[in-house]
């Protein structure tokens, strides 16, 4: 059996909270566009929605500066302690991080002047329950500034994986993957929805794209980031007596396609977003 089929991470380990990059190649330039537009103000209480281990919110602490308060919630118990570690060892004083769930915070109602989150909030299955609880903890007239990554990310590798099931026979495992994908992506247009029905309002968006490039479909699904943020899911749609005929039929398109094309090139379209809570929604 293939590797990456075979290894699986223990989130509780600390080798691993140790050495997880705390900006991956695939959020930075969803990052770099967040520090890019975002607007600056002097005196505000900000939160990072998803702070990882750290960014952006020990860079956006340190470029709005010390004037500013900013906090951090995060699921993940060993990124928050990893992230209390490089707070202590930057001695930032301006910075507070708490392990919690985004759909239920520990803070009051009308805390935060601003919130922010990078690649973030687009991971929660209750999208709807999310944006209510970011919608409770900001102030009137408050902003709310956020990526995602919308339909179309990796979509030469999805439509390759669909004629692999297509060409098996695997119609149950088809629907499943055409299912992922179809929920775990929302377009701007139901983003927008969202945020107007939650009491956003003053929307502003901002799109871009950027490539993924690897040698082939074998280096594709032996990264290790490919094989922590989706090959469980992946995995998760194939039945098991059929996985391994599944992945490596997989592999082997991925390593024609890469061949005729001289690389295996995948677009990852960028999307930031703006908003202010209405204060008169409520």
């Known amino acids: 059996m293939q590797h990456y089929l075979e290894q699986e991470f223990d989130y509780n380990n600390e080798n691993l909270v140790s050495a997880y990059d705390e900006l991956p190649l695939w959020s930075s330039p969803f990052g770099l ?3 890019e537009k975002i607007r600056f103000r002097p005196s505000i209480k900000a939160l990072d929605v998803g702070c990882g281990t750290g960014f952006p919110l020990l860079e956006l602490s340190q470029r709005f500066g010390s004037s500013c308060r900013f906090y951090g919630i995060d699921c993940w ?3 928050v302690k990893r992230l209390k570690k490089k707070i202590e060892a930057y001695g930032l004083k301006n910075v507070s991080v708490v392990q919690g769930n985004a759909a239920d915070m ?3 109602n009308n805390y935060f002047d601003l919130v ?6 687009n991971n929660f299955k209750d999208f709807d329950k999310v944006l209510n609880e970011l919608y409770r903890v900001t102030k009137p007239g ?5 990526t995602t990554n919308p339909p179309g990310t990796m979509n030469e590798f999805y439509e390759i994986f669909e004629t692999v099931l297509l060409k098996l026979n695997l119609h149950d495992e088809l629907n499943r993957l055409r299912s992922h994908v179809s929920q775990s992506r929302k377009s701007i247009n139901e983003i927008t929805g969202l945020l107007k029905k939650t009491g956003f309002d003053n929307i502003n968006t901002c799109e871009s794209t ?14 290790y980031f490919i094989k922590l943020a989706f090959m469980g899911e992946w995995k998760s749609l194939i039945s098991p007596r059929n996985l391994e005929l599944v ?5 082997n398109e991925l390593n024609l396609y890469a061949g005729k094309n001289g690389e ?3 677009s990852i379209p960028v999307v930031y977003i703006e908003c202010e809570k209405r204060d008169d929604f409520r």
């Open 33 to 35: 566009l967040m520090l």
């Open 116 to 121: 922010v989150s990078n690649l973030g909030i």
């Open 264 to 266: 295996l090139k995948l």
């Open 106 to 108: 520990p803070f009051e």
């Open 247 to 251: 992945f490596n039929n997989l592999e």
């Open 142 to 146: 408050g902003g709310l500034a956020f």
């Open 210 to 223: 950027y490539s993924m490039r690897f040698l082939d479909g074998s280096s594709f699904l032996n990264h």
């Open 77 to 79: 118990a060993g990124e």
